[in-house]
């Protein structure tokens, strides 16, 4: 597994190994392989988000995190022998990460986790529109933020 990060933004080492594991449990619990995957993540401020989320989503707000997959919904992720499989692109809002870790009495590695969590779902093709894939995406969010160590109300 290997994540790409923007060489400004890093959010710092110790955060870079809990993604890097995060996101390998995300797709071990797919039974994928986890050899010569990849991913980018971009840390950003509200401005930035925010003309993302109006440009793509054209919902001209602020939001937390954004996950823009290299695959569709009827595409099947498959991995062809010898070549790097990119499963998209993650984008967390600094800002809004601290704010909610506040908001939720955790720390901010903790929500910054949870949030690239959530976008590594979106990039295996999870999704919340429904009561039923939320409680699906909500449990798969939850193992892997407790095979972590990382449960709700986390410091």
Same mark, same amino acid.
């Given at each position: 597994m290997t994540i790409y990060f923007d060489e400004e933004r890093r959010p710092g080492e110790e955060t870079e190994e809990l993604m890097n594991r995060a996101a390998m449990l995300c797709l071990e619990n797919e039974e994928m392989e986890t050899e010569d995957v990849?991913?980018? !993540?971009? %840390? !950003?401020g509200k401005d930035e988000i925010r003309v993302l989320n109006r440009d793509y989503r054209n919902v001209d707000s !602020?939001? =937390?995190?954004?996950?823009?997959?290299? @695959?569709?919904d009827e595409e099947e992720i498959s991995l062809e022998e010898g070549e790097e499989l990119s499963l998209g692109d993650v984008v967390i809002c600094e800002e809004?990460?601290? $704010?909610?870790? $506040?908001? @939720? *009495? #955790?720390?901010? /590695?903790?929500?910054? %986790? @949870?949030?690239?969590? #959530?976008?590594?779902? #979106?990039?295996? *093709?999870? =999704? #919340?529109?429904? =009561?039923? /894939?939320?409680?699906?995406?909500?449990?798969?969010?939850?193992?892997v933020m407790s095979a972590l160590g990382l449960t709700r109300g986390e410091n």
């Open positions: 990849s991913l980018s !993540v971009t %840390i !950003v !602020v939001t =937390d995190v954004l996950s823009f997959p290299a @695959y569709g809004r990460a601290r $704010e909610q870790a $506040e908001e @939720y *009495g #955790h720390s901010f /590695d903790r929500e910054l %986790i @949870y949030l690239f969590t #959530h976008s590594v779902l #979106h990039l295996l *093709g999870y =999704d #919340h529109m429904t =009561d039923e /894939d939320k409680a699906v995406m909500r449990e798969k969010e939850e193992a």
